[in-house]
């Protein structure tokens, strides 16, 4: 995938839901695909340009959406999880 980051799926959805947006209309507004949506939803790792449409789209600057590397960090050290536990 390239340059890939982790979001802050619950600071996305605490914004999002601030501003009274579901999670299709914020997809819409970051024109994001459904499924770019859904993997910022479960905090999967996304291309940097899809963070910056998501902060411009919230109006905020993209290091507010990005995981603090520590919590990023402890969530790979817990290994790869099972495909049918997300």
Request: hydrophobic residues 40%.
């Amino acid at each position: 995938m390239g340059d890939s980051i982790r979001p802050n799926s619950v600071r996305i959805d605490e914004l999002r839901i601030g501003r009274l947006l579901t999670k299709t209309e914020l997809a819409r507004l970051a024109r994001i695909s459904p499924v770019t949506m859904s993997r910022v939803s479960q905090g999967q790792p996304v291309a940097l340009r899809t963070l910056r449409r998501l902060a411009d789209a919230l109006t905020v600057e993209p290091s507010e959406i990005v995981e603090s590397p520590e919590k990023a960090g402890r969530a790979s050290e817990r290994g790869p999880v099972a495909a049918g536990a997300a």
